[in-house]
């Protein structure tokens, strides 16, 4: 039976990990792994609490929703903000109370930090915004928290992943120079998991990532004659960079770029806006019918 991607994942970190030995500061407890995100499915119970082995439901699930969605969402992170790596994968599925919060994205460090919140926000933003409909925070914020929690929650659809640039987990500030110098250190091991992904749609939550996925679709793609970006149209300053969003031809890719999701100096629609103003941009673009049909 061919390997699914989080099974050939599962190898990969193997590899990573072992190259991350030789640097300094290395602990083996502190490596994270990730990947297409596990859903909770009740009927399974909480025994299903680490479903990583090869063959499971789980994995299975998950593998279909992605493969077969035409919009595949990857959330390019810093780096797991605590002294324990693990995996994030099972995130929804943990039996304790920080699952439980995790799934409905509010209670404990869910909710203090709004980091999943603003995530599962965007996510609805990006599936759900046509150019007739143009999801505003107010669609999901207060009892629309609630359609929210309904597709990040889908067994049914809407697939998405999570990628911890920086593998080894951190403390709750990470600095850009430690982003820059993980991207450098670990380029090959990160493009080869970006491969095995291949998203249409890169969330970036740091300059330096964004830069980072730039760099590798104009290599993946440099014998491709549409190997080349495209600037989509859009006077908002809303994510507090001069450019937030870029199209990639050869791969029908969108990149955004907007501030962390627990970013604290901006409300929470500061936040979701910071990446949802230019996502409008491009829905409301000719290009949108051209990348997602």
């Not at 409905?104 to 995530?119: A, D, N």
């Not at 987990?169 to 991207?183: D, F, N």
Request: aromatic residues 16%.
């Amino acid at each position: 039976m061919e390997k699914t991607i989080n099974q050939q994942l599962d190898e990969l970190f193997k590899d990573w990990n072992d190259a991350l030995r030789k640097y300094d500061g290395y602990e083996p407890d502190k490596y994270t792994r990730d990947g297409l995100m596990y859903k909770y499915k009740p009927k399974w119970g909480f025994e299903k609490e680490y479903p990583t082995l090869a063959g499971t439901d789980t994995d299975l699930l998950v593998e279909g929703l992605w493969n077969k969605s035409p919009i595949k969402v990857v959330f390019l992170l810093k780096d797991k903000p605590d002294e324990s790596g693990g995996d994030v994968r099972q995130w929804l599925l943990y039996k304790h109370f920080d699952g439980k919060c995790s799934r409905e994205l509010h209670g404990g460090k869910v909710g203090r930090t709004g980091f999943l919140p603003t995530i599962a926000r965007v996510l609805y933003g990006i599936y759900k915004s046509t150019p007739d409909n143009l999801i505003t925070f107010g669609q999901v914020s207060g009892s629309n928290m609630d359609n929210v929690r309904d597709m990040w929650n889908s067994i049914d659809d809407y697939p998405y992943a999570f990628v911890e640039t920086k593998k080894m987990a951190g403390i709750s500030y990470v600095s850009p120079q430690r982003i820059k110098e993980a991207l450098l250190r670990d380029s090959e091991f990160l493009k080869k998991e970006l491969s095995y992904l291949n998203p249409n749609v890169y969330v970036c939550t740091h300059p330096s990532i964004y830069k980072f996925v730039q760099d590798f679709l104009t290599e993946k793609y440099k014998n491709d004659q549409d190997n080349q970006f495209i600037k989509v149209p859009n006077d908002s300053k809303s994510s507090g960079f001069e450019e937030s969003i870029l199209l990639h031809k050869s791969s029908k890719s969108v990149i955004l770029l907007g501030y962390h999701p627990s970013y604290y100096r901006l409300s929470r629609e500061g936040r979701y806006m910071s990446y949802m103003s230019h996502y409008h941009a491009f829905v409301q673009s000719e290009y949108y019918s051209q990348f997602f049909k």
